[in-house]
């Protein structure tokens, strides 16, 4: 069976989608999902992205990790799917439904309610989730959100300093995160203004992540490090636009694009 895919990205964390809203697909498992993200023997990309019909929205969207393991969330995802859909949209996940909106060169995403509970990150016990008492080689103190996915936030004078590809892996796979996490490290450069580089749970240093963003974004709010309730969060990829509305929704805005098209034989990777 030839399948067709769209390559995209979101500031240059890329994605595989496959479209089965009209024509279902065979079961996706953990291994299939690991070959095509492999960028050596596979098409190669961060994260697959699946999308099918929906019950309770207008398409759900399924994310794969380049691990093989199924996520909840993907903000960067989100607005190339809103992109490749070409209209304003309600889309289910696993970590609830999103509102995606298409704009010129990219998309509005609004991406739900943050979550501040220990049991709602989760956590493997109860602590404060704005000024965790835990540390690891000298990142302490990080502040936990959940925006559909699990996210620890550490500020930092210096992002680019920080090992986070030795410490990251470290983080992700702590007993204290029984789901594991997506790990930040974030400068606030300004009023308005949050530098950021993100490990990313199951794919590693990513060039950018927009759950990350908004879980970032949220938590310097949250502690007073910025001005008001929106921001600029600059990564490596390039920038992504926050705001927390007093309705305490968040609404992110920032580019996307297709790469390219392509298909590939099912029994390749099954």
Not at 114 to 135: H, K, Q
Request: glycine share 12%; hydrophobic share 45%.
């Amino acid at each position: 069976m030839r399948v067709p895919f769209t390559k995209m990205h979101g500031l240059g964390n890329d994605f595989v989608v496959l479209d089965a809203r009209a024509e279902p697909l065979p079961p996706i498992d953990r291994a299939m999902a690991r070959a095509l993200a492999d960028r050596r023997i596979g098409i190669g990309c961060d994260q697959l992205i699946l999308l099918e019909g929906s019950d309770c929205a207008d398409f759900r969207m399924r994310i794969f990790n380049a691990d093989g393991g199924e996520v909840e969330a993907c903000g960067n995802a989100s607005r190339a799917i809103a992109l490749l859909h070409g209209a304003k949209a309600q889309v289910e996940t696993s970590g609830g439904t999103i509102t995606v909106e298409p704009m010129d060169g990219g998309a509005r995403i609004d991406m739900g309610t943050p979550r501040f509970g220990w049991e709602e990150i989760p956590l493997a016990y109860a602590m404060d989730t704005l000024s965790m008492p835990v540390g690891w080689e000298g990142l302490e103190g990080p502040a936990a959100v959940n925006v559909g996915n699990p996210h620890v936030i550490f500020f930092v004078e210096d992002t680019g300093i920080v090992p986070l590809d030795r410490l990251g892996p470290l983080i992700e796979r702590d007993a204290l995160f029984p789901e594991r996490v997506n790990v930040n490290v974030a400068h606030v450069a300004g009023p308005e203004t949050i530098d950021l580089r993100v490990w990313e749970r199951g794919a590693g240093l990513t060039r950018a992540c927009g759950t990350g963003a908004c879980a970032t974004a949220v938590a310097a709010m949250r502690r007073g490090l910025v001005s008001g309730r929106k921001v600029a969060v600059n990564l490596p990829g390039g920038t992504l636009d926050i705001e927390w509305t007093s309705g305490d929704r968040i609404l992110m805005t920032g580019p996307a694009a297709t790469s390219f098209t392509g298909s590939f034989e099912w029994s390749d990777y099954a």
